[in-house]
């Protein structure tokens, strides 16, 4: 069974950094699919920040140059920096992964959240101005 945990989150004031990071277990396929999402209150769940098994990592034109994703494999966490933050950044932020959307080549940030078979619970990210 495949779970995904989120932590780090929590709150900042404007310009602030966080680091979030996503535990992995369970998911046993020989490649993947990882990626940030973040859902502000009334608007549509959006891709951050998507990172494949081959390396290649892709984001939201709203947060290039400011947040980096990246993995630790030795320990199967998947992190998120942000740095530069702003108060648009506020948000419920979701770690996910998914096998087919690595297998068909399309890993990118912009790949909608509905690709997505695993989910973490999602954790709160609040910046104040």
């Known amino acids: 069974q495949v779970q995904l945990v989120e932590s780090g989150g929590g709150s900042v004031q404007a310009g602030g950094s966080l680091r979030l990071s996503c535990e992995v277990s369970?998911?046993?396929?020989?490649?993947?699919?990882m990626a940030w999402f973040r859902q502000a209150p009334g608007k549509e769940r959006e891709g951050v920040a998507a990172?494949?098994?081959?390396?290649?990592?892709t984001y939201a034109e709203s947060v290039k140059g400011r947040f980096a994703i990246s993995q630790d494999n030795a320990k199967n966490i998947l992190y998120l920096q942000m740095n530069s933050l702003k108060p648009e950044d506020t948000a419920l932020y979701y770690c996910?992964?998914?096998?087919?959307?690595?297998?068909?080549?399309?890993?990118?940030?912009?790949?909608?959240?509905?690709?997505?078979?695993?989910w973490g619970q999602g954790i709160q990210v609040t910046v104040s101005s």
């Open positions: 996910a992964a998914d096998f087919t959307v690595w297998d068909g080549g399309y890993c990118y940030s912009w790949v909608p959240s509905n690709q997505f078979e695993y």
């Open positions: 369970g998911y046993s396929y020989n490649g993947y699919c």
């Open positions: 990172l494949d098994s081959d390396g290649h990592t």
